[in-house]
T-cell receptor, first 116, second 114 residues
């Protein structure tokens, strides 16, 4: 079975500081992808970053980086130089790439508040 | 730019009514998903489809049904709406161009059953 766990219901960070949002996962699939999405209060889902299970380097997209530790089954999101506009819900997601593991499932989310 | 559309954006309807939430995408994606989400809470997968005439139930049991007669269209139907169905419903799609293809989401439908 697949499962995503986000253990931080809420996080606070000072503007311009870095913050790490935790994500652990469980899957029997050997090939899978990990995603992070941002959901502002307006409700839309915004794709941030992707990491493939066979990618040797950690993914980076601008101020976002993904700290992928395959042996620990963790895929933490690091946001550098936080901005007020980063305040939102953040969801970690996973999709397997074979057979019945092709579902895209999400964790419970972490609400990030950026303070000036 | 994602091209996935959901209608209506907001719907208030009485108990017992039949409703259909529409979802269409113009990206030719084979995979489509429906999620149910209460405000500020987790996204629960209720239905997904790998392609035309292929639908599966998700992890969260739902009284809704779906169909996939055309690649671009994945409507969700509630035969008899109840107050417990009040929630936001998000539709998403993803393709097979490379393995790192993210899912694109529609704007969502906020359903209130009174």
């Amino acid at each position: 079975a697949q499962k995503i766990t986000q253990t931080q219901p809420g996080m606070f960070v000072q503007e311009k500081e870095a913050v790490t949002l935790d994500c652990t996962y469980d899957t029997s699939d050997q090939s899978y992808g990990l995603f992070w999405y941002k959901q502002p209060s307006s409700g839309e889902m915004i794709f941030l970053i992707y990491q493939g299970s066979y990618d040797e380097q950690n993914a980076t997209e601008g101020r976002y980086s993904l700290n992928f530790q395959k042996a620990r089954k963790s895929a933490n999101l690091v946001i550098s130089a936080s901005q007020l506009g980063d305040s939102a819900m953040y969801f970690c997601a996973m999709r397997g790439f074979s057979g019945g593991y092709n579902k895209l499932i999400f964790g419970a989310g972490t609400r990030l508040a950026v303070h000036p | 730019e994602a091209d996935i559309y959901q209608t209506p954006r907001y719907l208030v309807i009485g108990t017992g009514k039949k409703i259909t939430l529409e979802c269409s995408q113009t990206m030719g994606h084979d995979k489509m998903y429906w999620y149910q989400q209460d405000p500020g809470m987790e996204l629960h997968l209720i239905h997904y489809s790998y392609g035309v005439n292929s639908t599966e139930k998700g992890d969260l049991s739902s009284e809704s049904t779906v169909s996939r007669i055309r690649t671009e269209h994945f409507p969700l139907t509630l035969e008899s709406a109840r107050p417990s169905h009040t929630s936001q419903y998000l539709c998403a799609s993803s393709g097979i161009r490379g393995r790192n293809t993210e899912a694109f989401f529609g704007q969502g439908t906020r359903l209130t059953v009174v």
